[in-house]
């Protein structure tokens, strides 16, 4: 199969992480457009479930590392409201510059119905976030722990920059547990997602040897399972670690604190 066999040529190191910049500049213009269908709509399902957990209240600060075309990144300043204040961060120009085109978008309506935070878009390194110990009230990552080079690392930053008692979120694709749900689960993602991104492949062609909307398959391979994550939460010092599957496990969300 096409997807297991990219799963092992995806490259490791430095080298994953050239490959995933110029998989994302490829695909950018259509990336929330090929979420939406891939999901069959399920993606917003899974954002209201990341608001419900992310505790910031008006006037807090948050980070949204790897924050792509800033969807998360715009949820959390509808949270810290006028007060407070974000960070969209990603090493993609081509995903922020769809970010800072859509906020625009976004602000300009709401200017009319009442303001949201003020959001920052920084052009940075997950695996080396420009900020001080205890920046931050929350720092989520969405869909992209399976994409950094340096999994335990990126974790490790993200509690770095929490501020004492901040919450550290990551929504995730992740395997389903019940084989009721895996199996199907399974045949639409490894055979049908490749199918449905050709339609974008054949206008961007191959990344390197790989075709993009094999890689998104192909990197949930090797991805760890959900407690092997939570594990992860835990050795970065991050206390109350929980996690809970959405759509029968397709995705989690996990959430850990930083001890006060
Ligand atoms: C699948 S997208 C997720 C975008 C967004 N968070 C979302 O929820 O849709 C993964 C993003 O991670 C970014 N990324 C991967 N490794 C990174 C790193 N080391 N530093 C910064 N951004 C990184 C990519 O550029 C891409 O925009």
């Not at 297991?4 to 990336?31: C, H, N, Q, S």
């Not at 192909?218 to 809970?244: H, M, N, T, W």
Request: glycine share 10%; charged share 25%.
């Amino acid at each position: 199969m096409e997807v297991l066999r990219d799963a092992e040529r995806i490259p490791t190191g430095g080298a994953k992480d050239r490959f995933v910049r110029k998989l994302f500049a490829a695909i950018a213009p259509t990336y929330d457009l090929m979420n939406v269908v891939m999901s069959a709509g399920s993606i917003h399902l899974w954002h209201r479930a990341f608001r419900r957990r992310t505790g910031l209240r008006p006037g807090d600060r948050a980070l949204d590392v790897c924050t792509g075309t800033g969807e998360l990144a715009l949820i959390l300043t509808e949270q810290v409201g006028p007060e407070g204040e974000v960070v969209g961060l990603d090493f993609s120009p081509e995903m922020l510059a769809i970010a800072r085109e859509k906020s625009a978008r976004r602000a300009l309506r709401r200017n009319r119905h009442g303001g949201a935070g003020r959001v920052t878009w920084v052009e940075g390194d997950a695996l080396d976030l420009p900020y001080p110990d205890d920046s931050f009230d929350a720092v989520s990552m969405g869909f992209a722990l399976r994409n950094v080079s340096d999994l335990p690392r990126a974790i490790r930053e993200m509690a770095r920059v929490a501020r004492p008692g901040g919450r550290v979120l990551t929504l995730e694709l992740s395997k389903p547990p019940s084989a009721l749900v895996r199996y199907p689960y399974f045949f639409y993602f490894y055979r049908v997602v490749p199918l449905l991104g050709r339609l974008v492949d054949r206008r961007t062609g191959r990344v390197g040897s790989i075709r993009p909307y094999t890689y998104l398959p192909a990197s949930l391979v090797k991805f760890p399972d959900q407690r092997a994550v939570a594990g992860l939460f835990e050795e970065a010092g991050l206390v109350d670690v929980s996690y809970c599957g959405l759509s029968g496990g397709v995705v989690t969300l996990h959430v850990g604190r930083k001890p006060a």
